[in-house]
């Protein structure tokens, strides 16, 4: 039971490319999120799923999207890098008891 | 405006004392409260959480105690050992708010051998 998956774990982007960080749970879960934590701040909520198929925006969702086709995965894309969305990125699931699970994290380079 | 705020961004402590760290709220929708640990370049791990309904809640070494009136909560350590020493993230959740939570900026515990 791997719990939550990220790859990749550090990528370096220039600006302007264009990339996809992965999400995969084996829990089953139906609610997943993703988050950014800057340097000395908590996390802020870029997007949530409440199942597949269903997706929405949350505190700081400019100049990302996401999609939810599987329960399993929910990647998040990044489609036109800027030196803000330099960050550590955190994917989170949880089944309904509010607890939620967190991935290890990518940490992303924009230069 | 912040609604979850942890006023203080580092806490240090010598070994076996007690660690207490502290968090503020302002949003009274608010009806579950979390606290997560987070060590260097891994994701953060929940640790103990309480419902508004209660005003403590206690697990091992780790006790979780909320003063709805106040909209404070804290996180007592007992004892504190050198393997605490991480980032401590406080968060909020509403039950009608599709299990979002809203996390504090979290504080950075050392103890000290």
């Known amino acids: 039971n791997a719990g939550v998956t990220q790859t990749p774990k550090f990528r370096i982007l220039k600006i302007g490319q264009s990339m996809t960080l992965q999400c995969t749970q084996d829990?089953?879960?139906?609610?997943m999120y993703w988050y950014r934590q800057d340097p000395g701040m908590g996390l802020k909520l870029i997007y949530y799923?409440?199942?597949?198929?269903?997706?929405d925006k949350g505190e700081v969702p400019n100049g990302y999207n996401v999609s939810r086709s599987t329960t399993e995965d929910f990647p998040l894309r990044l489609e036109l890098a800027a030196p803000s969305q330099t960050s550590v990125y955190f994917c989170?699931?949880?089944?309904?008891?509010?607890?939620?699970?967190f991935g290890p994290g990518t940490r992303l380079l924009v230069l | 405006d912040q609604q979850v705020k942890q006023n203080s961004p580092s806490l240090s402590v010598q070994e076996g004392r007690i660690s207490i760290l502290n968090c503020d709220y302002t949003?009274?929708?608010?009806?579950?409260f979390l606290w997560y640990k987070k060590y260097p370049a891994e994701g953060p791990t929940f640790l103990i959480s309480?419902?508004?309904?209660?005003d403590k809640n206690e697990d091992g070494r780790f006790t979780v105690f909320l003063n709805k009136s106040a909209k404070h909560l804290s996180l007592h350590i007992v004892p504190s050992q050198p393997g605490d020493s991480a980032v401590y993230f406080c968060?909020?959740?509403?039950?009608?708010?599709?299990?979002?939570?809203?996390f504090g900026d979290g504080t950075t515990l050392t103890v000290k051998p």
């Open positions: 968060a909020a959740s509403a039950k009608s708010n599709a299990g979002k939570s809203t």
């Open positions: 829990m089953n879960h139906n609610y």
């Open positions: 309480i419902s508004s309904i209660k």
């Open positions: 949003n009274s929708m608010f009806d579950y």
């Open positions: 799923s409440v199942g597949a198929g269903i997706t």
């Open positions: 989170a699931c949880h089944g309904g008891t509010e607890t939620q699970y």
